[in-house]
């Protein structure tokens, strides 16, 4: 029987989801048929959250979960915990494939992922056993290439973690832009201070060289990076708010938040609360509205570790004569600004969908 507090907190929702779907900004799945999506991912914190909300929206279709290191080496954990996460969003037949443990051209290094993700990558809090396992029958890598040359409609591609996954993707086929324009991704930074480093970001430091292949490419490629994940903060209020959804999605979104909002306290130095990173890839692929883009020549400073510029977003941002026009490859646009009331709402209410 639901919570007093829950019958609450859906009354509370009646005015939003009227909103929602009268709000044209939004993609319109009452009109529109569900877009295949393919995720890769690394699933710790906010990769899990991601995962949920794709499973809850319903002008998506979550075809194929791809595994990539990133929040930590260990794959086949990694790939345990979006086998779980699927099961609690009642996705538990789309088929999770294991893909890179360690970057293009580098060493794996811990950048911090188990001081915010735990040893585990969900911070100990523990959902039930899978009842399956991984799909065996292809790499990621193979999988990705897979989905672009056989589905249709083609799918979108989403990432959440280093882009070792898609650069391997390309190699195998190299029109993979020309086949799957469309890439959502969470990486990076323009203006923003970096997290792993004071220039660079986790995602694109992992594996730099990943990075700058998948941008030199030629997608049509949109990226959140921490010029606006850091600006939509998830205040201590606002996630509460997930710890009473009368399902088991948003409680399980509370418990995992607890270690990492304290991280970002203890080693963030912030008061309180933390950052949306990886979902902030899927609120641009389902709001972009909320977004102000800007389209730039970028490339991805590939220097060695330890150099802090590693990972390192070269965006030329000058204009005028002295900058060239971005190359016909150059499809990259950075989201800069970020309606962060209407991006916060849309989260929160699909959450509160899931069974």
């Keep these: 029987m639901l919570r007093r507090e829950g019958y609450l907190f859906l009354a509370s929702l009646v005015p939003i989801f009227t909103r929602c779907w009268s709000d044209p900004r939004i993609y319109a799945a009452s009109t529109l048929q569900p877009r295949p999506v393919i995720i890769s991912t690394d699933p710790g914190i906010d990769d899990s959250i991601a ?16 595994i990539n290191f990133g929040s930590l080496q260990n794959t086949s954990q990694l790939a345990q915990n979006a086998l779980a996460v699927l099961a609690l969003a009642g996705k538990d037949t789309v088929p999770v ?6 970057p293009l051209a580098a060493p794996f290094r811990d950048l911090g992922g188990a001081l915010f993700h735990g040893r585990d990558g969900l911070n100990g809090v523990r959902l039930p ?21 056989h589905w ?12 070792t996954n898609i650069a391997l993707a390309l190699a195998l086929e190299p029109q993979l832009p020309a086949l799957c324009p469309d890439l ?8 923003a201070a970096g997290n792993v480093s004071p220039l660079a970001e986790a995602n ?13 490419a030629g997608f049509n490629a949109r990226i959140a990076g921490l010029d606006v994940t850091y600006a939509t903060w998830l205040d201590d209020a606002y996630l509460e708010s997930f710890r009473d959804i009368p399902n088991q999605a948003g409680p399980f979104i509370w418990n995992i938040t607890r270690s990492y909002v304290q991280a970002y306290r203890e080693i963030g130095g912030f008061d309180g609360g933390m950052p949306l990173h990886d979902p902030s890839a899927v609120l641009m692929l389902l709001h972009p509205t909320a977004y102000s883009f800007h389209r730039w020549a970028a490339d991805i400073d590939t220097a060695a570790f330890p150099s802090a510029t590693r990972g ?10 002295l900058s060239p ?14 309606d962060v009331d209407a991006v916060r709402d849309l989260l929160l209410r699909r959450i509160a969908t899931l069974p």
Excluded: Q, W
């Excluded at 494939?97 to 360690?102: M, S």
């Design 51 to 66: 995962l949920l909300f794709v499973a809850a929206s319903p002008e998506l279709e979550l075809r194929a979960v791809c």
């Design 97 to 102: 494939y294991v893909g890179a443990a360690e």
């Design 129 to 149: 056993t899978p009842s399956r396992g991984v799909d065996t029958s292809r790499t990621a890598a193979e999988a990705i290439v897979d989905a672009c040359r």
């Design 152 to 163: 249709d409609p083609k799918p979108v591609i989403l990432s959440f973690a280093p882009l």
């Design 184 to 191: 959502f991704l969470m990486g990076g930074t323009v203006t």
């Design 204 to 216: 694109f430091a992992n594996d730099a060289e990943a990075a700058a292949k998948v941008l030199r």
């Design 312 to 321: 390192l977003v070269i965006a030329d941002r000058r204009g005028g004569p």
């Design 325 to 338: 026009a971005p190359p016909a490859n150059a499809t990259v646009h950075f989201a800069m600004t970020v």
